[in-house]
């Protein structure tokens, strides 16, 4: 079934859209259809289908048919690695040539947003080999995305304890000089956990950014004093993938679940692999976290590169598997890939309200478990227009199975 993708014009400008655009004949998940109207960036009315038009300012607004689409808050990316994206097929080390990390960022980045992501947080390597070089690659893939998507960077040093610290801690300072947003790590690779923390959460607060940092979360003791560390820390404690806690006995994670839900920490899980920081074996037990009243999120983790190679970066994806095997109703499970996840990065919440971000993702189904299962064609709107379209044909020979029957088709023709 071949999916071919259109890439809208490129714009770096970052202005939003002030055009009006109509939305015209979208199923909402309650079941509803309507026409949406969009303006300056915002959602400017739902009403019934067939019932807008003019725009706030009376000029006639742009239509889009979306009949047979269901419209949702367009999701977003809460783990990424846009440093080492689809670097699978490679021979050798990595390498940490700047081009060639803009390039691979810039088309992972742009995958994503077919798959309907405008809006990533990407964890990037400082220190070591690479030095600030895969940083300044990405923030500059950052600049030249703006309009298309929202790209933040974590800054993810290898070592700040010790001697070998010094040098950690230096570039991770100078990494949120250059822009990184998000101050993140591994403390697990670190010869002293605690202090690694400690470390992170220490300068997080004397600059005023979130903290992202990953973890297996396979030592209760040591994910307990990390939840006491972080408790009341703003704007925000992020962990994950925290694979570790599903393999733990249930009243040792439950009691870990309660410590995070004290602590006010998000955990985003990644249901359709880990990432090179990360042990790749099972998923955090969203449930068990959920129930405890922790924020969950769901992100991708590595796409195509050496940890997971035949990763997707799809956030429908992660939603269908938490729904297929983690037990989540399709509600809760997109939930975790749209409103948790930008919840997780900060951003403002969205719903197909009047006076709401205009991020929004039309993909091709009357009901949320359908399009979790065959969630083929998309149309992404990002800042009120149109940022990206993918669409799927079904083509079948000729057979005496369909005569008589009238069976679903999608034609060839998209809305435009």
């Not at 300012?57 to 979306?66: F, P, T």
């Not at 359908?370 to 149309?379: E, H, Q």
Request: glycine share 12%.
């Amino acid at each position: 079934m071949p999916d071919s993708q259109q890439q809208p014009p490129h714009s770096s400008s970052g202005r939003t859209d002030t055009a009006a655009l109509l939305l015209c004949g979208a199923r909402l998940t309650d079941g509803r259809t309507v026409d949406v109207r969009l303006g300056g960036g915002r959602i400017e009315a739902v009403g019934t289908a067939g019932s807008l038009a003019a725009g706030a300012s009376g000029a006639l607004a742009a239509k889009l048919d979306l009949d047979g689409y269901l419209l949702l808050p367009a999701p977003a990316e809460a783990h990424a690695h846009s440093d080492t994206a689809l670097t699978a097929d490679g021979d050798g080390p990595l390498a940490y040539d700047d081009q060639e990390i803009q390039r691979r960022a810039t088309e992972a980045a742009l995958l994503q947003l077919g798959h309907g992501v405008t809006a990533l947080r990407s964890h990037v390597r400082v220190g070591d080999v690479q030095g600030l070089d895969a940083l300044a690659a990405v923030l500059e893939v950052q600049r030249s995305l703006r309009g298309l998507t929202e790209l933040t960077t974590v800054a993810m040093p290898r070592v700040l304890t010790g001697a070998a610290g010094a040098d950690g801690l230096a570039m991770l300072r100078d990494a949120l000089k250059m822009g990184a947003s998000v101050v993140g790590g591994c403390p697990d690779a670190d010869p002293d956990p605690t202090g690694y923390v400690e470390a992170v959460l220490e300068l997080a607060s004397e600059h005023g950014c979130p903290v992202d940092l990953h973890t297996d979360a396979a030592d209760p003791a040591r994910l307990a004093r990390l939840a006491a560390m972080a408790g009341g820390l703003r704007p925000g404690v992020t962990l994950g993938p925290c694979g570790g806690l599903g393999r733990l006995p249930s009243e040792v994670a439950s009691r870990a679940a309660d410590q995070l839900a004290a602590a006010g920490v998000t955990v985003v899980c990644l249901p359709q692999g880990g990432c090179g920081s990360a042990d790749r074996r099972g998923t955090a037990p969203v449930r068990l976290l959920r129930a405890a009243g922790v924020r969950v999120a769901a992100g991708s983790g590595a796409l195509r590169d050496v940890s997971n190679p035949v990763g997707r970066g799809d956030p429908l994806e992660a939603a269908y598997l938490l729904a297929s095997r983690g037990g989540l109703r399709p509600e809760d499970a997109y939930d975790t890939v749209s409103c948790a996840a930008r919840a997780a990065l900060g951003l403002p919440e969205v719903r197909v309200e009047a006076g709401f971000p205009a991020e929004l993702l039309a993909v091709r189904g009357d009901r949320l478990a359908g399009a979790l299962s065959l969630a083929y064609s998309r149309i992404v709107v990002h800042r009120g227009r149109v940022v990206a379209r993918t669409s799927a044909v079904r083509e079948y020979c000729n057979s005496a199975a369909e005569s008589g029957l009238e069976l679903p088709r999608q034609g060839r023709g998209e809305p435009s």
